[in-house]
Protein backbone atom coordinates (compact mmCIF):
# COMPACT_ATOMS: atom_id res chain seq x y z
CA UNK A 1 0.00 0.00 0.00
CA UNK A 2 1.31 3.51 -0.99
CA UNK A 3 2.09 5.76 1.47
CA UNK A 4 -0.91 8.04 3.51
CA UNK A 5 -1.56 11.64 2.29
CA UNK A 6 -0.49 13.58 4.85
CA UNK A 7 -3.09 15.95 5.31
CA UNK A 8 -3.34 19.58 7.24
CA UNK A 9 -6.83 21.45 8.32
CA UNK A 10 -7.30 24.95 8.09
CA UNK A 11 -10.76 25.74 10.17
CA UNK A 12 -11.56 22.59 12.31
CA UNK A 13 -15.31 23.46 12.53
CA UNK A 14 -18.30 21.66 13.12
CA UNK A 15 -18.34 20.40 9.08
CA UNK A 16 -14.33 19.82 9.82
CA UNK A 17 -15.19 17.74 12.73
CA UNK A 18 -18.03 15.52 11.08
CA UNK A 19 -15.87 14.71 8.06
CA UNK A 20 -12.85 13.89 10.73
CA UNK A 21 -14.64 11.33 12.66
CA UNK A 22 -14.40 8.98 9.41
CA UNK A 23 -11.45 10.52 7.72
CA UNK A 24 -9.57 10.02 11.18
CA UNK A 25 -10.52 5.85 10.46
CA UNK A 26 -9.37 6.02 6.44
CA UNK A 27 -5.61 4.53 6.15
CA UNK A 28 -5.34 6.69 3.36
CA UNK A 29 -4.77 9.73 5.14
CA UNK A 30 -2.80 11.02 8.06
CA UNK A 31 -3.98 13.93 10.53
CA UNK A 32 -0.55 16.05 10.09
CA UNK A 33 -1.44 20.04 11.53
CA UNK A 34 -4.92 21.94 12.09
CA UNK A 35 -5.33 25.64 12.01
CA UNK A 36 -8.13 27.25 13.59
CA UNK A 37 -8.65 30.35 15.65
CA UNK A 38 -10.90 28.64 18.18
CA UNK A 39 -8.70 26.53 20.75
CA UNK A 40 -11.81 24.72 21.55
CA UNK A 41 -12.39 23.20 17.86
CA UNK A 42 -8.67 22.50 17.26
CA UNK A 43 -8.78 20.52 20.69
CA UNK A 44 -12.19 18.92 19.44
CA UNK A 45 -10.27 18.00 16.36
CA UNK A 46 -7.41 16.43 18.58
CA UNK A 47 -9.97 14.81 21.02
CA UNK A 48 -11.32 12.91 17.70
CA UNK A 49 -8.40 11.94 16.45
CA UNK A 50 -7.10 10.19 20.19
CA UNK A 51 -10.76 8.38 19.96
CA UNK A 52 -9.62 6.80 16.99
CA UNK A 53 -6.09 5.54 18.41
CA UNK A 54 -4.10 8.12 16.29
CA UNK A 55 -1.75 11.02 17.02
CA UNK A 56 -3.22 14.56 17.59
CA UNK A 57 -2.17 16.58 14.64
CA UNK A 58 -0.30 19.68 15.07
CA UNK A 59 -2.02 22.27 16.66
CA UNK A 60 -1.72 25.84 15.47
CA UNK A 61 -4.42 29.22 15.95
CA UNK A 62 -2.74 30.87 12.45
CA UNK A 63 -2.68 28.97 9.05
CA UNK A 64 0.05 31.54 7.69
CA UNK A 65 2.40 29.39 10.56
CA UNK A 66 0.90 26.22 10.61
CA UNK A 67 2.06 26.15 6.67
CA UNK A 68 5.40 27.90 7.52
CA UNK A 69 6.00 25.13 9.43
CA UNK A 70 4.50 22.70 8.29
CA UNK A 71 5.69 22.42 4.75
CA UNK A 72 7.75 19.67 3.77
CA UNK A 73 5.80 17.81 6.30
CA UNK A 74 2.80 17.71 3.96
CA UNK A 75 0.88 16.79 0.71
CA UNK A 76 -2.66 18.75 1.08
CA UNK A 77 -4.36 21.12 2.61
CA UNK A 78 -8.31 20.92 3.23
CA UNK A 79 -9.68 24.39 4.05
CA UNK A 80 -12.70 24.50 6.10
CA UNK A 81 -13.65 28.31 7.19
CA UNK A 82 -16.16 30.81 6.62
CA UNK A 83 -16.35 31.45 2.49
CA UNK A 84 -15.15 35.29 2.61
CA UNK A 85 -11.67 33.11 4.20
CA UNK A 86 -11.34 30.80 1.57
CA UNK A 87 -9.69 33.49 -1.24
CA UNK A 88 -6.65 33.79 1.02
CA UNK A 89 -6.37 30.42 2.34
CA UNK A 90 -6.91 29.06 -0.64
CA UNK A 91 -3.83 30.83 -2.83
CA UNK A 92 -1.83 30.55 0.37
CA UNK A 93 -1.79 26.70 0.37
CA UNK A 94 -1.48 26.80 -3.58
CA UNK A 95 1.52 29.19 -3.57
CA UNK A 96 2.80 26.32 -0.91
CA UNK A 97 2.69 23.91 -3.54
CA UNK A 98 0.17 21.93 -1.69
CA UNK A 99 -2.39 20.03 -3.06
CA UNK A 100 -6.18 21.82 -2.40
CA UNK A 101 -9.03 20.66 -0.85
CA UNK A 102 -11.86 23.25 -0.72
CA UNK A 103 -14.85 24.08 0.83
CA UNK A 104 -18.06 25.18 -1.35
CA UNK A 105 -18.04 27.70 -2.44
CA UNK A 106 -14.67 28.51 -4.02
CA UNK A 107 -14.69 31.68 -3.15
CA UNK A 108 -16.42 34.99 -2.96
CA UNK A 109 -15.85 37.01 -6.43
CA UNK A 110 -14.36 36.97 -9.84
CA UNK A 111 -11.29 38.63 -8.72
CA UNK A 112 -10.67 35.88 -6.20
CA UNK A 113 -11.62 33.21 -9.03
CA UNK A 114 -9.03 34.68 -11.21
CA UNK A 115 -6.46 35.12 -8.73
CA UNK A 116 -6.85 31.11 -7.44
CA UNK A 117 -6.58 29.76 -11.10
CA UNK A 118 -3.31 32.04 -12.21
CA UNK A 119 -1.73 30.77 -8.66
CA UNK A 120 -2.84 27.29 -9.71
CA UNK A 121 -1.73 27.47 -12.19
CA UNK A 122 1.58 28.45 -11.71
CA UNK A 123 1.74 25.97 -9.15
CA UNK A 124 0.79 23.12 -10.79
CA UNK A 125 -1.24 21.87 -7.92
CA UNK A 126 -4.60 19.73 -7.77
CA UNK A 127 -6.84 21.91 -6.48
CA UNK A 128 -10.98 20.20 -6.22
CA UNK A 129 -13.50 22.01 -4.80
CA UNK A 130 -15.56 20.29 -2.47
CA UNK A 131 -18.94 20.31 -4.49
CA UNK A 132 -20.63 17.11 -3.82
CA UNK A 133 -22.67 17.75 -7.03
CA UNK A 134 -19.64 18.20 -8.89
CA UNK A 135 -18.04 14.98 -7.30
CA UNK A 136 -21.06 12.89 -7.80
CA UNK A 137 -21.15 9.55 -10.23
CA UNK A 138 -24.84 10.37 -11.23
CA UNK A 139 -23.97 14.24 -11.87
CA UNK A 140 -20.58 13.25 -13.42
CA UNK A 141 -22.30 11.10 -15.82
CA UNK A 142 -25.24 13.27 -16.84
CA UNK A 143 -22.35 15.78 -17.77
CA UNK A 144 -20.37 13.03 -20.03
CA UNK A 145 -23.32 11.79 -21.78
CA UNK A 146 -24.65 15.72 -22.58
CA UNK A 147 -21.42 16.77 -23.44
CA UNK A 148 -21.26 13.88 -26.06
CA UNK A 149 -24.96 14.87 -27.51
CA UNK A 150 -27.29 12.15 -26.09
CA UNK A 151 -29.68 13.75 -25.09
CA UNK A 152 -29.74 16.75 -28.02
CA UNK A 153 -29.84 20.38 -27.73
CA UNK A 154 -30.43 21.48 -24.19
CA UNK A 155 -33.34 23.63 -24.61
CA UNK A 156 -34.16 25.16 -20.66
CA UNK A 157 -33.31 24.25 -17.15
CA UNK A 158 -35.17 24.72 -13.90
CA UNK A 159 -33.66 24.72 -10.70
CA UNK A 160 -35.13 24.87 -7.51
CA UNK A 161 -33.33 24.28 -3.83
CA UNK A 162 -35.16 25.34 -0.48
CA UNK A 163 -34.34 25.17 3.08
CA UNK A 164 -35.70 26.03 6.40
CA UNK A 165 -31.69 28.01 6.73
CA UNK A 166 -33.41 31.26 8.08
CA UNK A 167 -34.16 30.04 11.31
CA UNK A 168 -31.79 27.50 11.21
CA UNK A 169 -28.58 29.66 11.05
CA UNK A 170 -30.27 32.55 12.93
CA UNK A 171 -26.90 34.61 14.47
CA UNK A 172 -24.71 32.03 12.91
CA UNK A 173 -21.85 33.03 10.85
CA UNK A 174 -23.30 32.05 7.91
CA UNK A 175 -26.00 35.46 8.14
CA UNK A 176 -23.04 37.77 8.72
CA UNK A 177 -22.38 39.07 5.31
CA UNK A 178 -18.52 39.88 6.28
CA UNK A 179 -18.07 36.05 6.24
CA UNK A 180 -20.86 34.66 4.41
CA UNK A 181 -20.24 36.58 1.31
CA UNK A 182 -23.68 36.07 0.21
CA UNK A 183 -27.21 34.83 2.31
CA UNK A 184 -28.89 31.67 1.54
CA UNK A 185 -28.69 31.35 -2.58
CA UNK A 186 -24.52 31.90 -1.77
CA UNK A 187 -24.36 29.25 1.14
CA UNK A 188 -26.79 26.05 0.44
CA UNK A 189 -27.87 27.69 -2.95
CA UNK A 190 -24.13 27.71 -3.97
CA UNK A 191 -25.22 23.77 -4.84
CA UNK A 192 -27.72 24.17 -7.35
CA UNK A 193 -25.69 27.02 -8.71
CA UNK A 194 -22.13 25.15 -8.98
CA UNK A 195 -24.32 21.70 -10.80
CA UNK A 196 -26.08 23.98 -13.28
CA UNK A 197 -23.18 25.55 -14.02
CA UNK A 198 -21.34 22.59 -14.59
CA UNK A 199 -24.24 20.23 -16.29
CA UNK A 200 -25.15 23.05 -18.67
CA UNK A 201 -22.15 22.91 -20.87
CA UNK A 202 -21.81 26.95 -21.34
CA UNK A 203 -21.28 30.54 -20.46
CA UNK A 204 -23.88 32.54 -19.03
CA UNK A 205 -24.63 35.38 -21.30
CA UNK A 206 -27.28 37.43 -19.12
CA UNK A 207 -29.16 37.38 -16.02
CA UNK A 208 -32.04 38.95 -14.35
CA UNK A 209 -32.04 38.32 -10.18
CA UNK A 210 -34.63 39.71 -7.21
CA UNK A 211 -33.60 39.01 -3.31
CA UNK A 212 -35.83 38.97 -0.50
CA UNK A 213 -34.14 39.58 3.04
CA UNK A 214 -36.75 39.51 5.47
CA UNK A 215 -35.26 42.21 7.26
CA UNK A 216 -31.60 40.30 7.74
CA UNK A 217 -28.67 41.17 6.04
CA UNK A 218 -28.65 38.68 3.57
CA UNK A 219 -30.82 37.01 1.44
CA UNK A 220 -33.59 34.62 2.31
CA UNK A 221 -34.86 34.58 -1.14
CA UNK A 222 -33.68 34.63 -4.80
CA UNK A 223 -35.44 33.94 -7.62
CA UNK A 224 -33.31 34.42 -11.16
CA UNK A 225 -33.93 34.15 -15.03
CA UNK A 226 -30.76 33.77 -16.92
CA UNK A 227 -29.90 33.03 -21.11
CA UNK A 228 -27.14 31.03 -21.63
CA UNK A 229 -24.66 31.78 -24.48
CA UNK A 230 -26.18 28.28 -26.39
CA UNK A 231 -29.32 30.21 -26.32
CA UNK A 232 -31.03 28.07 -23.68
CA UNK A 233 -32.83 29.65 -20.71
CA UNK A 234 -32.59 28.78 -16.79
CA UNK A 235 -34.24 29.79 -14.05
CA UNK A 236 -33.21 29.46 -10.58
CA UNK A 237 -35.73 29.29 -7.18
CA UNK A 238 -33.34 29.64 -3.65
CA UNK A 239 -36.35 29.75 -1.02
CA UNK A 240 -34.36 30.10 2.43
CA UNK A 241 -37.55 30.49 4.95
CA UNK A 242 -39.55 27.54 5.68
CA UNK A 243 -40.33 24.54 7.65
CA UNK A 244 -37.31 22.46 8.89
CA UNK A 245 -36.05 20.25 6.18
CA UNK A 246 -33.56 20.77 3.09
CA UNK A 247 -33.96 19.81 -0.26
CA UNK A 248 -33.50 20.44 -4.73
CA UNK A 249 -35.27 19.42 -7.88
CA UNK A 250 -33.61 20.42 -11.17
CA UNK A 251 -35.04 19.50 -14.25
CA UNK A 252 -32.98 20.45 -17.37
CA UNK A 253 -35.01 19.72 -20.36
CA UNK A 254 -33.12 18.52 -23.87
CA UNK A 255 -34.74 18.13 -27.37
CA UNK A 256 -34.34 14.40 -26.99
CA UNK A 257 -33.99 14.04 -22.99
CA UNK A 258 -35.35 15.40 -19.53
CA UNK A 259 -33.06 14.99 -16.68
CA UNK A 260 -34.33 15.36 -13.27
CA UNK A 261 -31.59 15.53 -10.78
CA UNK A 262 -30.57 16.97 -7.58
CA UNK A 263 -28.37 19.45 -6.66
CA UNK A 264 -25.89 16.85 -4.59
CA UNK A 265 -25.95 14.57 -7.19
CA UNK A 266 -27.94 12.14 -4.49
CA UNK A 267 -31.00 10.66 -7.19
CA UNK A 268 -31.30 11.46 -10.98
CA UNK A 269 -34.13 10.13 -13.53
CA UNK A 270 -33.65 10.07 -17.26
CA UNK A 271 -37.26 10.38 -19.46
CA UNK A 272 -35.87 9.32 -23.01
CA UNK A 273 -38.56 8.33 -26.18
CA UNK A 274 -41.43 8.88 -23.78
CA UNK A 275 -39.71 6.74 -21.09
CA UNK A 276 -38.69 6.91 -17.84
CA UNK A 277 -36.50 5.46 -15.88
CA UNK A 278 -36.85 4.50 -11.84
CA UNK A 279 -34.82 6.79 -9.66
CA UNK A 280 -31.01 6.30 -9.55
CA UNK A 281 -29.77 6.98 -6.05
CA UNK A 282 -26.29 7.69 -5.95
CA UNK A 283 -24.13 5.71 -3.23
CA UNK A 284 -24.39 7.42 0.66
CA UNK A 285 -20.37 6.68 1.00
CA UNK A 286 -19.96 9.53 -1.74
CA UNK A 287 -22.97 12.31 -0.45
CA UNK A 288 -20.89 11.26 3.42
CA UNK A 289 -17.12 11.64 2.15
CA UNK A 290 -15.80 13.58 -0.39
CA UNK A 291 -12.65 13.28 0.30
CA UNK A 292 -12.28 10.22 -0.95
CA UNK A 293 -12.75 11.42 -4.73
CA UNK A 294 -10.59 13.97 -4.16
CA UNK A 295 -8.18 11.28 -2.86
CA UNK A 296 -9.18 9.38 -6.04
CA UNK A 297 -8.35 12.49 -8.48
CA UNK A 298 -5.15 13.17 -6.64
CA UNK A 299 -3.87 9.46 -7.92
CA UNK A 300 -5.11 10.25 -11.31
CA UNK A 301 -8.02 7.92 -11.03
CA UNK A 302 -11.21 10.05 -11.50
CA UNK A 303 -10.83 13.24 -13.65
CA UNK A 304 -11.68 16.11 -11.61
CA UNK A 305 -15.34 18.05 -12.60
CA UNK A 306 -15.05 19.68 -9.74
CA UNK A 307 -12.34 22.45 -10.90
CA UNK A 308 -11.42 26.46 -10.23
CA UNK A 309 -12.64 26.75 -13.76
CA UNK A 310 -15.96 25.72 -13.06
CA UNK A 311 -15.24 27.57 -9.74
CA UNK A 312 -15.14 31.15 -12.30
CA UNK A 313 -18.21 30.66 -14.11
CA UNK A 314 -19.82 29.79 -10.47
CA UNK A 315 -18.86 33.38 -9.65
CA UNK A 316 -18.98 35.02 -12.80
CA UNK A 317 -22.62 34.25 -12.37
CA UNK A 318 -23.13 34.63 -8.64
CA UNK A 319 -21.56 38.69 -9.27
CA UNK A 320 -24.18 39.10 -12.10
CA UNK A 321 -26.92 37.69 -9.54
CA UNK A 322 -25.63 40.44 -7.01
CA UNK A 323 -25.51 43.36 -9.28
CA UNK A 324 -28.77 42.78 -10.71
CA UNK A 325 -30.94 42.16 -7.38
CA UNK A 326 -28.87 45.25 -6.12
CA UNK A 327 -30.34 47.22 -9.50
CA UNK A 328 -34.48 45.88 -8.59
CA UNK A 329 -33.48 42.76 -11.56
CA UNK A 330 -32.37 45.06 -14.11
CA UNK A 331 -30.41 42.55 -16.99
CA UNK A 332 -26.67 42.45 -16.28
CA UNK A 333 -24.43 41.18 -19.24
CA UNK A 334 -22.18 38.74 -17.98
CA UNK A 335 -19.13 40.16 -20.24
CA UNK A 336 -19.44 43.02 -18.07
CA UNK A 337 -18.36 41.24 -14.94
CA UNK A 338 -15.19 40.07 -16.33
Known sequence: MSK????????????????????????????????????????????????????????FDDFRVMLAECRNDLDAVYVSTPHASHAEQALAVTEAGLDLFLEKPMVTSVIEARALIEARSKANNVAVIAFNGALSPLVQDTYRRASAGEFGELVSVSATIWEGWSSQYNGHWKQKPELSGGGFMFDTGAHMMNTVCLLVCSEFERVSAYMNNYAKPIDITCAVAARLENGALVTFNAAGEGPPGCASHMTLFYSKAIVRIDAWGAWREIEQNGKSSTREIAEAAHQENPLKSFLRIRRGEEENLSTVENGL??????????????????????SDIG
Open 313 to 334: RFARLWDAIKRSAARDGESVRI
Open 4 to 59: PVRLAVIGAGLKAAEYARSWVRMPEIEFVAAADVSEASRRRLADICGAAGCKAPRD
